[in-house]
């Protein structure tokens, strides 16, 4: 495990030694394993081992990955499925995968290994197959895929492209809050993957959705986000409904994409948490220390399970 960091080392053998089934956060582009810290919390309370891998080169610290932004470019998603596999099968049990944003298209990729108990992917980003580009997702990313040195570079948020494309269902003072604890560069390689993943029969943003080893899937999508909105993440669960496992999703109203790290995480992480115990044991019986989200079909007045035009929670089976 030459690749794999000493924290990580740690967290895999914590989880090793714990016995109870692991949980695999998966970051995505602009964002730290730190930004998961709350909800490795939340799972491990619930009895589950959280482990929150880097991608290779992560820096420990945000002042550090702002210092030298130039560390974190060029890290392809294929680099980074990789590596998380890696700290994957060191562990004595299959795990939960939970990834955000391009985290969530990677949790989907490594789940169509077979490498996943079950997976939640919260807003992800687009691979093969997935066709919508609505408007919303252009003007976030357009700007950095026309330009062809993007694939080299480390990209930056400015904080107005920040309150656009993550913090738009948030007032200005939270947005700028998320902005300075949270935010670094991300790899322009893995956003170029993304983008042109219909154009590039080779592209590294595949995922296989008919292996009948991925285990059930949920994906979860806040209602107005504009880096992934409902077109993508639908058009992504109308491509994995076709696994013979378990695949549902779920739309959270008024939520952008910062839902995992604003003042409403606790509600997704939730709703994460619920997806998982229906399918992967936890060391405790319950978990009443954390108010049970509602079903996103609550609103619809439908029995659960019913899909809706705006909001829905279905499954493959």
Same mark, same amino acid.
């Given at each position: ?43 491990? *309370?619930? /009895?589950? $081992?959280? %482990?929150? #891998? ?5 820096? =420990? !610290?945000?002042?550090?990955? &702002? ?40 949790a989907q990729m490594l789940a169509g290994r077979g490498l996943s108990a079950a997976t939640v992917a919260i807003d ?68 170029? *993957?993304? /983008?042109? $993943?219909? %154009?590039? #029969? ?5 995922? =296989? !959705?008919?292996?009948?080893? &991925? ?51 606790r509600e997704v992480a939730q709703t994460a948490l619920d997806f998982v115990t229906r399918f992967t044991p936890s ?35």
């Amino acid at each position: 495990m030459a690749t794999t960091s000493k924290r990580e080392i740690r967290e895999i053998e914590a989880a090793n030694a714990s016995g109870d089934t692991p949980v695999v956060f998966i970051h995505g582009l602009w964002l730290l394993p730190s930004s998961w810290a709350n909800w490795a919390d939340l799972f491990r *309370q619930a /009895g589950y $081992a959280p %482990l929150t #891998p880097d991608w290779p080169d992560d820096p =420990d !610290t945000i002042e550090a990955a &702002r210092a030298e932004p130039e560390i974190l470019a060029g890290k392809s998603l294929r680099q980074i499925a990789d590596h998380t596999t890696e700290v994957i099968k060191a562990l004595d049990k299959k795990p939960a995968l939970i990834g955000h944003s391009t985290g969530g298209l990677l949790a989907q990729m490594l789940a169509g290994r077979g490498l996943s108990a079950a997976t939640v992917a919260i807003d992800p980003g687009i691979f093969r197959g997935v066709l919508p580009l609505p408007a919303a997702t252009l003007r976030s990313a357009g700007p950095f895929l026309i330009n062809p040195r993007t694939r080299g570079r480390a990209l930056t948020l400015t904080f107005d492209q920040f309150r656009y494309s993550w913090a738009n269902a948030l007032d200005e003072k939270e947005a700028r809050e998320l902005y300075d604890r949270y935010h670094v560069a991300g790899s322009g390689l893995s956003l170029v *993957q993304m /983008g042109n $993943a219909n %154009l590039n #029969p080779r592209t590294e943003a595949q995922v =296989d !959705t008919k292996n009948p080893d &991925r285990g059930p899937l949920l994906i979860i999508e806040g209602e107005k986000d504009h880096t992934v909105p409902w077109a993508i993440a639908n058009a992504s669960y109308k491509r994995q409904r076709r696994n013979p496992a378990v695949t549902e999703i779920v739309r959270m109203p008024n939520r952008g994409h910062a839902l995992t790290i604003d003042h409403g995480w606790r509600e997704v992480a939730q709703t994460a948490l619920d997806f998982v115990t229906r399918f992967t044991p936890s060391g405790r019986a319950t978990t009443t220390s954390v108010p049970r989200a509602r079903d996103a079909s609550a609103d619809s007045g439908l029995p659960s399970g019913a899909p809706t035009e705006e909001t829905g929670r279905t499954s493959g089976q």
